[in-house]
DNA sequence: TCTGGGGTCCTAGGACCC
DNA sequence: TCTGGGGTCCTAGGACCC
């Protein structure tokens, strides 16, 4: 928490909807609803005309049009959104480079390298307008609720207390005065889970919490969790706005309107899948060692299996290839409603700069380190036949050594081994390109 | 026919190493 | 030979956020 106000959060107000009514003034004033349309959708944005009838984000959109029939029902549009949301950013740079967004509509700026003179509520309130007409300027119309406080925390409490439309700055020293009434969900970090566990203690407001010592809430929530929840309910809240926070991971995911049950179709679709995620990988410049699926079965049971590669990789096939042997670990045969494919563990360099650096401390199961060569030869994906082993395939390759994933039609995926790239008994014995093609 | 998609962070257990 | 403890990496699942 810092001496002064100068941490401010702005929300665009009902964002996507918003962009909507902007770009078809034929929906101003009505009832707008951005989402999921299919049979599984659910509400991504509703405007505030909508909200009227109690359509709230997160909602399904069944549950939406039966509350409001006549409401326009549309898919995201995310270009124009990623385009507008650009526009705002750029205006909250104007007043400080310490920009964190955290979402399309929203952003954290540090106003501590603004050059602002005096941190007197009349100071901030005039910054903050200022910046809101900046917004409304830069995007056609567009209306943001902003909050200014001593932390983040205070910050985004403040930008929610006037939606929409608004503005409050909560003033050094009045913070627990504004928090303990509260409840206990206005804390970030506190869901439906934590809170129905506070609740069962007793716990209802801030305050309550306030009287919790931290070995007690270290025993309900965890470690992790209950010193952040000690301090947030103290108002103490240190955390940095982080203009440049790196990505971790990358993943694409499908709900289907219907349950999968054919195991080709999967595959086909998970293959789709990767290649969707090695495009953006690529686009970044990422790469990543970690393939992970995601299955949610009928039921809503989710799934999760994942494989880790020695070395990074952006290459579909790759990915494809592990995401469809990992599908093989697992019964689907009640029928499937989601399949997702992510990488995560990412470098931002990619795989072949393990050949030009210096050696990586990581050793494979074969010793023999030979001077780097055959860089084209064991591309990652690339189908390859040992005399012994059968047909596998490259999982990844450096230093003079080549690592194979054995499988076949029959059984599946098989053992892992590793030879020296020069071995006699190692070949490629087709071009990997006639794989990946979707059903 | 309840329950999206893209993420982040945490926990807990096992393997492995020192 | 037995007893341990700590650290790191990996996997699976869960809570949470917008």
Same mark, same amino acid.
């Given at each position: 928490?810092? $001496?002064?106000?100068?941490?401010?959060?702005?929300?665009?107000?009902?964002?996507?909807? !918003?962009?909507?009514?902007?770009?078809?003034?034929?929906?101003?004033?009505?009832?707008? *609803? *951005?989402?999921?349309?299919?049979?599984?959708? *659910?509400?991504?944005?509703?405007?505030?005309?909508?909200?009227?009838?109690?359509?709230?984000?997160?909602?399904? %959109?069944?549950?939406?049009?039966?509350?409001?029939?006549?409401?326009?029902?549309?898919?995201?549009?995310?270009?124009?959104?990623?385009?507008?949301?650009?526009?705002?950013?750029?205006?909250?740079?104007?007043?400080?480079?310490?920009?964190?967004?955290?979402?399309?509509?929203?952003?954290?700026?540090?106003?501590?390298?603004?050059?602002?003179?005096?941190?007197?509520?009349?100071?901030?309130?005039?910054?903050?307008?200022?910046?809101? &007409?900046?917004?409304?300027?830069?995007?056609?119309?567009?209306?943001?609720?902003?909050?200014?406080?001593?932390?983040?925390?205070?910050?985004?409490?403040?930008?929610?207390?006037?939606?929409?439309?608004?503005?409050?700055?909560?003033?050094?020293?009045? =913070?627990?005065?504004?928090?303990?009434?509260?409840?206990?969900?206005?804390?970030?970090?506190?869901?439906? $889970?934590?809170?129905?566990?506070?609740?069962?203690?007793?716990?209802?407001?801030?305050?309550?919490?306030?009287?919790?010592?931290?070995?007690?809430? *270290?025993?309900?929530?965890?470690?992790?969790?209950? +010193?952040?929840?000690? !301090?947030?309910?103290?108002?103490?809240?240190?955390?940095?706005?982080?203009?440049?926070?790196?990505?971790?991971?990358?993943?694409?995911?499908? +709900?289907?309107?219907?349950?999968?049950?054919?195991?080709?179709?999967?595959?086909?679709?998970?293959?789709?899948?990767?290649?969707?995620?090695?495009?953006?990988?690529?686009?970044?410049?990422?790469?990543?060692?970690?393939?992970?699926?995601?299955?949610?079965?009928?039921?809503?049971?989710?799934?999760?299996?994942?494989?880790?590669?020695?070395?990074?990789?952006?290459? !579909?096939?790759?990915? #494809?290839?592990? $995401?469809?042997?990992?599908?093989?670990?697992?019964? %689907?045969?009640?029928?499937?409603?989601?399949?997702?494919?992510?990488?995560?563990?990412?470098?931002?360099?990619?795989?072949?700069?393990?050949?030009?650096? =210096?050696?990586? =401390?990581?050793?494979?199961?074969? !010793?023999?380190? &030979?001077?780097?060569?055959?860089?084209?030869?064991?591309?990652?994906?690339?189908?390859?036949?040992?005399?012994?082993?059968?047909?596998?395939?490259?999982?990844?390759?450096?230093?003079?050594?080549?690592?194979?994933?054995?499988?076949?039609?029959? +059984?599946?995926?098989?053992?892992?081994?590793?030879?020296?790239?020069?071995?006699?008994?190692? #070949?490629?014995?087709?071009?990997?390109?006639?794989?990946?093609?979707?059903?």
């Amino acid at each position: 928490m810092r $001496a002064q106000a100068s941490v401010l959060h702005l929300d665009l107000d009902a964002f996507f909807a !918003a962009v909507e009514q902007r770009d078809k003034p034929s929906l101003r004033g009505k009832p707008v *609803v *951005v989402g999921g349309v299919g049979g599984r959708g *659910v509400v991504s944005t509703a405007s505030y005309e909508a909200r009227r009838y109690g359509v709230r984000s997160a909602m399904s %959109t069944r549950e939406a049009r039966a509350r409001c029939p006549h409401a326009a029902f549309l898919t995201g549009r995310f270009h124009a959104y990623r385009e507008t949301s650009r526009a705002v950013m750029a205006v909250l740079r104007a007043v400080s480079p310490l920009v964190e967004p955290l979402s399309l509509d929203e952003a954290f700026v540090d106003l501590a390298p603004a050059e602002l003179g005096d941190h007197d509520e009349t100071t901030l309130r005039a910054m903050g307008e200022r910046l809101r &007409e900046g917004v409304k300027e830069a995007t056609g119309g567009l209306t943001a609720s902003v909050g200014i406080g001593t932390s983040k925390f205070i910050a985004k409490v403040a930008s929610d207390l006037d939606k929409p439309d608004g503005l409050v700055v909560v003033m050094p020293g009045t =913070e627990t005065e504004l928090l303990r009434p509260m409840h206990v969900t206005v804390i970030p970090g506190v869901g439906p $889970a934590t809170a129905e566990r506070l609740r069962r203690a007793g716990i209802h407001t801030v305050a309550d919490l306030e009287t919790v010592s931290l070995d007690e809430l *270290v025993r309900l929530v965890g470690r992790a969790h209950g +010193t952040g929840l000690h !301090a947030l309910a103290r108002a103490e809240d240190d955390r940095a706005v982080e203009p440049e926070r790196e990505t971790k991971s990358v993943s694409v995911e499908g +709900t289907y309107d219907t349950d999968l049950t054919d195991r080709s179709l999967m595959s086909g679709l998970l293959t789709r899948q990767a290649g969707q995620v090695a495009e953006r990988l690529r686009k970044h410049g990422l790469s990543g060692r970690t393939i992970t699926i995601k299955v949610r079965l009928h039921d809503f049971t989710t799934l999760s299996r994942s494989t880790t590669l020695p070395s990074p990789t952006d290459h !579909a096939p790759t990915i #494809a290839r592990l $995401a469809r042997s990992l599908l093989e670990e697992l019964d %689907t045969s009640g029928g499937v409603r989601l399949l997702g494919v992510g990488v995560s563990g990412l470098a931002d360099w990619i795989q072949e700069e393990l050949f030009t650096d =210096e050696e990586p =401390e990581q050793e494979q199961d074969v !010793a023999p380190v &030979e001077p780097p060569t055959q860089r084209s030869t064991w591309a990652p994906g690339m189908d390859v036949e040992h005399t012994e082993m059968g047909r596998g395939w490259v999982w990844g390759s450096g230093r003079g050594v080549v690592t194979v994933r054995f499988e076949t039609a029959q +059984t599946g995926p098989g053992p892992v081994r590793s030879y020296p790239a020069d071995s006699p008994d190692l #070949a490629p014995w087709r071009p990997p390109e006639t794989d990946g093609a979707p059903v």
